[in-house]
């Protein structure tokens, strides 16, 4: 099958939508080098720097502790941090992450961000052959550039979390469905299809729901005004069978180890019940909550929004923006606000917008500036900020890290730790969990009657706020004062040596 026949469009109306006449390939030789810059300006853009400990993004040592700890036992299928069985993320990029672990033979930061940084580049790519299916070349690369020099995405690439593995996954379960549709054989539509159903299934696995909502809305969205993209009409079970493959891969070994106990606890977790929301805030919070958010990390090409809207009523639709806009519109209903939910939009919002940018560069003093300066820009700004400038803004290693250290400078060797903090980095920079035990914070008296228990010589971490709870309880700990150490702003730690005294209520 020639390559140029999956990426020609027809019966299109040149003079109103000229972005939509794709460019026919002789051979492959164009697009093997696109792909190659591409992959090597993604990693010139998320690599840098990868391994540094001056910042540690929300759970990202909590990810790491997970990798550590399933290197250790040996079990790559069921997750546990602290020992104890993890339910809110399946496996998929610890286990990953512990298999470059296990061959590096060390465990690092830089080896636990590594699988979301491959991620990354994967959907950078991605978005190049989706911009393919959707427009000329040169719209491919510009979107494909562009979504790379988004904050949102890049810095999320950076970080040992599983939400670049889904957004990956998303983007190339939606390139295997636009393949499916543009294919007139059936035989190559299913395994495009069965393809696409695999990815679909590995971003639910890594992320639930989300995994095939996002491919959802582009078989939806993608057809309309697109005579040469046809959705199947019979063929959707390849897709499912797909899909169910994948889910079989991890469910089924799963299952058969416990007889479905973690699986139950996967599928009940907190994440998925919908109703649950958080704190409460006003309507207004809720209703700009994400338009921040997006404002922030899409930025300066956020700025570039009334330029794209000017650009959509002028040729009436854009399939990217339809469904970004879908996107946008499901996360924010969604009782539960994070701002990563957002991750997953970048790329459609980065092919929406590709299309002004290169249609007017020519006749658009905005659209030539944006290209000329702002693409640049935005693609430097990234490494240079953690290679040039936070080791001057943040000197020093994570406080979390260096109070970890500290802490196992002074207690005596396996000493049990109680926890109301911090207990993750203590395992991470101790390199073991044992003798460290996490204490429920929300219930003061339960922790008091724990220390009362506690044999003489433990150790408490606490933080500065839940000490102050606590002595709502009892007048002191039962102990000494070992270390104080502050954290940052916000967050004061405290490390106290128990004796057997037993805690005087008020």
């Known amino acids: 099958m020639g390559f140029e026949s999956k990426f020609r469009i027809k019966k299109i109306d040149e003079e109103r939508y000229p972005y939509m006449i794709a460019e026919n390939f002789e051979d492959m030789q164009t697009l093997f080098i696109d792909l190659l810059l591409l992959a090597v300006l993604s990693a010139v853009v998320i690599f840098p720097a990868l391994g540094q400990n001056r910042h540690w993004s929300s759970h990202e040592i909590r990810h790491a502790e997970i990798v550590r700890e399933m290197v250790e036992s040996g079990d790559y299928l069921v997750p546990r941090l602290l020992g104890e069985v993890y339910h809110d993320k399946p496996p998929v990029m610890h286990a990953i992450a512990a298999g470059l672990t296990w061959i590096t033979g060390a465990p690092s930061m830089l080896i636990t961000r590594l699988p979301s940084a491959v991620a990354g580049i994967i959907g950078v790519l991605a978005v190049y052959g989706i911009g393919l299916l959707f427009f000329a070349r040169r719209f491919a690369l510009v979107a494909a550039i562009v979504l790379l020099a988004m904050p949102g995405y890049s810095i999320v690439a950076r970080h040992a979390r599983p939400d670049m593995i889904l957004c990956a996954s998303i983007l190339c379960s939606c390139l295997c469905i636009g393949l499916a549709m543009r294919e007139r054989r059936y035989a190559w539509q299913t395994c495009y299809l069965v393809l696409g159903g695999l990815c679909a299934g590995l971003g639910v696995i890594t992320k639930g729901p989300y995994g095939i909502l996002v491919p959802a809305f582009f078989a939806f969205f993608t057809p309309f005004r697109r005579e040469d993209l046809t959705r199947p009409r019979f063929n959707w079970a390849s897709f499912a069978l797909g899909l169910l493959t994948a889910l079989a891969i991890w469910a089924v070994p799963a299952y058969l180890r416990d007889g479905g106990q973690y699986l139950h606890g996967v599928l009940t977790q907190r994440d998925l019940d919908v109703s649950m929301g958080g704190d409460e805030k006003s309507m207004l919070y809720y209703v700009f909550y994400y338009v921040l958010y997006w404002l922030i990390f899409a930025f300066p090409y956020s700025l570039l929004l009334p330029f794209t809207i000017r650009n959509l009523r002028r040729n009436g639709y854009s399939a990217p923006l339809a469904i970004a806009g879908a996107i ?30 290169v249609q007017y560069y020519r006749t658009g003093r905005l659209a030539r500036y944006a290209m000329q300066i702002l693409v640049p820009l935005s693609l430097i700004a990234i490494p240079l900020y953690f290679v040039a400038i936070q080791p001057f803004t943040e000197p020093y290693k994570n406080s979390q890290m260096f109070f970890a250290e500290k802490v196992f400078r002074v207690v005596e060797p396996k000493s049990q730790i109680y926890c109301l903090s911090d207990e993750e980095e203590l395992a991470w920079v101790g390199q073991r969990y044992e003798g460290i035990r996490r204490l429920n914070g929300n219930d003061p008296s339960l922790v008091c009657q724990t220390l009362q228990n506690a044999d003489a010589g433990s150790y408490l971490v606490i ?33 106290f040596r128990l004796n057997k005294r037993t805690f005087e209520t008020p």
Do not use: W
């Open 328 to 357: 946008f519109t499901v996360i924010s209903c969604l009782p539960q606000k994070r701002p990563h939910y957002l991750v997953p939009l970048y790329p459609f919002f980065a092919l929406g917008i590709a299309v002004p940018l």
């Open 463 to 495: 933080r500065e706020k839940d000490y102050a709870a606590l002595l709502k309880y009892a007048k002191d700990i039962p102990g000494e004062l070992v270390l104080s150490h502050n954290a940052d702003h916000h967050k004061k730690m405290m490390l």
